[in-house]
């Protein structure tokens, strides 16, 4: 092959990389506007919002289905649930009745849905035949129930306590509390990883996050990693070596090492980042900035801000259908 020949071609895959990386989402992107109610729905492809869709008050956090076929939105201050389709943001239905739901997890066998009701200090563990969601138990918790995560087994809730500075286990078959340990300052995201056996849990009321062996009957700390202040939600890299963590008042997202649990990466983010997402390939970091009404868009590579969008008021959950895996 000539010069001119590797020259072409040469350009051609440099055109085809561009067209890729530029392509990388074509499902919309979702991000929960707090304080006006509503979700903005993104077009990755211009990065410009193209609608909003009413919700109940206060929506908070969302979550993907396991099937992946609805984004529940769980609206606070509404009592009620919506649910959308996430390749179409198109309402599917609105499930009202669930009282405060701030937070929400499905079980990954999908019989279980949990929520914490951040106001009323309690945990709802709700059946779940695939269609209706038929409350269990009602578990009467420490103060401000905060965040969840359930195990890989759907054995295990965990949930902080956010103003009583606790971490708390609940046994999904029996719906009762298995144990309960104080923790540092204003506890809130929790991540447990692959094996089931570590879990790590962000001081929004601090600087750091403290990661506990939750291997045995009781919780164990076994490390407190400084990170930056008011450390506070948490998202896998994708490469199942690798969670990200946003600082909401250093205006940082550190990426930590989970085997060696130490902190590998710094990336500057303004306006108090919050929820985030991580796109199918691992290129691009969503994140929403919750003081200045915009979703930032990171290059992985770079570790450098790529584009920010405008969105509503207090933007909190984000969410898409091409992610990388959790």
């Given at each position: ?5 590797r ?9 085809l990389?561009?067209v ?21 729905v ?5 990065w410009?919002?193209?609608?909003r869709?009413p ?5 908070h956090?969302?979550?993907l ?10 609206n606070?201050f ?34 279980w ?8 200090n ?17 578990i009467s ?16 809730v ?15 078959a029996?719906q009762?509390?298995k ?6 300052p204003?506890p809130?995201?929790?991540?447990v990883?692959?094996?089931d ?32 202040n ?16 946003s ?11 989970l ?21 199918a ?27 920010q969008v405008?969105v ?10 091409e992610h990388?895996?959790?």
């Amino acid at each position: 092959m000539n010069f001119f020949a590797r020259f072409f071609v040469g350009l051609f895959f440099v055109f085809l990389s561009t067209v890729v990386s530029a392509t990388a989402l074509t499902t919309p992107v979702f991000v929960l506007n707090s304080l006006d109610a509503n979700i903005s729905v993104i077009d990755p492809k211009t990065w410009t919002e193209i609608k909003r869709i009413p919700t109940g008050k206060e929506p908070h956090h969302l979550y993907l289905t396991p099937d992946e076929k609805s984004i529940i939105v769980a609206n606070a201050f509404g009592d009620s649930l919506t649910f959308v389709d996430p390749k179409t943001a198109e309402v599917q239905r609105t499930v009202r009745g669930i009282l405060d739901p701030y937070h929400l997890r499905f079980s990954p066998d999908m019989k279980w849905f949990v929520t914490a009701a951040n106001r009323l200090n309690h945990v709802d563990i709700y059946r779940w035949d695939g269609k209706e969601l038929v409350l269990a138990k009602r578990i009467s918790t420490s103060k401000t129930p905060s965040h969840l995560w359930i195990d890989s087994k759907s054995t295990t809730v965990y949930a902080s306590m956010q103003d009583s500075d606790e971490l708390v286990s609940i046994d999904l078959a029996t719906q009762t509390i298995k144990w309960r340990t104080k923790t540092g300052p204003t506890p809130a995201d929790v991540f447990v990883t692959a094996d089931d056996k570590t879990l790590l849990l962000g001081l929004t009321g601090g600087d750091s996050v403290q990661v506990f062996d939750v291997s045995a009957a009781t919780p164990k700390l076994i490390k407190t990693i400084k990170t930056g202040n008011g450390a506070h939600a948490f998202r896998a890299a994708g490469d199942k070596r690798h969670v990200f963590v946003s600082n909401r008042v250093a205006n940082t997202i550190n990426k930590i090492d989970l085997q060696t649990l130490e902190v590998v990466a710094t990336i500057a983010v303004p306006g108090g980042p919050d929820c985030m997402d991580v796109s199918a390939d691992g290129k691009q970091l969503l994140v929403t900035s919750r003081w200045i009404k915009k979703l930032t868009v990171i290059d992985l590579e770079t570790k450098k801000i790529s584009k920010q969008v405008n969105v509503g008021r207090s933007p909190h959950g984000v969410w898409t259908l091409e992610h990388a895996p959790r």
